[in-house]
T-cell receptor, first 111, second 113 residues
Framework: RKEVEQDPGPFNVPEGATVAFNCTYS??????FFWYRQDCRKEPKLLMS???SGNEDGRFTAQLNRASQYISLLIRDSKLSDSATYLCVVSQSGGYQKVTFGTGTKLQVIP | DAGVTQSPTHLIKTRGQHVTLRCSPI?????VSWYQQVLGQGPQFIFQ???????GRGNFPDRFSARQFPNYSSELNVNALLLGDSALYLC????????????FGPGTRLTVT
């Protein structure tokens, strides 16, 4: 089983739709979680950190479910500019850092 | 403020050669991480350095090595290049070591022929 798994998509959604992505992780010792977005042939950019209590930033909401070992990202009112690949990131520390990226979920917002 | 910078942007090498990639973190950031990204995959963690010390290592062979300098810039070295080393190499900086948000540079695209 992969350490971090994401549905590669693509998710093709119309403008204005709500879309949700999940990401599962295998190591229960994982401590920190993030969502990044990556545009084609560009570097990843931090979208948001994921906190145990959940967090929201405008149209974006991230949730963490430790019991089931997954994180989620919800995008409301999708814009054309949201088209990108969304990468989930799981991090463990405790003296020696290990960071694992998922393979990403591709989102295409259609006019 | 300048973001993370990397050099060179593109590089073509032949099998068996050695390559050095360079990274300057965001001003004030003390931690640098290196990632390899092949097409269609997420970035794979290679190393993390903080205050010139290795603080994390991914599953890469000993042909890969790195170091961090007193000004927090970093180099990634790859020896005995293989065709499979062709990838985008990304550098990310963060304020401290540990599970902090990381900010990526534009990457160095390495092609091994």
């Amino acid at each position: 089983r992969k350490e971090v798994e994401q549905d590669p998509g693509p998710f093709n959604v119309p403008e204005g739709a709500t879309v949700a992505f999940n990401c599962t992780y295998s190591n229960s010792a994982s401590q920190s979680f993030f969502w990044y977005r990556q545009d084609c042939r560009k570097e990843p950019k931090l979208l948001m950190s994921v906190y145990s209590s959940g967090n929201e930033d405008g149209r974006f909401t991230a949730q963490l479910n430790r019991a089931s070992q997954y994180i989620s990202l919800l995008i409301r009112d999708s814009k054309l500019s949201d088209s990108a690949t969304y990468l989930c990131v799981v991090s463990q520390s405790g003296g020696y850092q290990k960071v694992t990226f998922g393979t990403g979920t591709k989102l295409q917002v259609i006019p | 403020d300048a973001g993370v910078t990397q050099s060179p942007t593109h590089l073509i090498k032949t099998r068996g050669q050695h390559v050095t990639l360079r990274c300057s973190p965001i001003s004030g950031h003390k931690s640098v991480s290196w990632y390899q990204q092949v097409l269609g995959q997420g970035p794979q963690f290679i190393f993390q350095y903080y205050e010139k010390e290795e603080r994390g290592r991914g599953n890469f062979p000993d042909r890969f090595s790195a170091r961090q300098f007193p000004n927090y810039s970093s180099e990634l070295n790859v020896n005995a290049l293989l065709l499979g080393d062709s990838a985008l190499y990304l550098c990310a900086s963060s304020l401290l070591t540990g599970p902090y948000e990381q900010y990526f540079g534009p990457g160095t695209r390495l092609t091994v022929t």
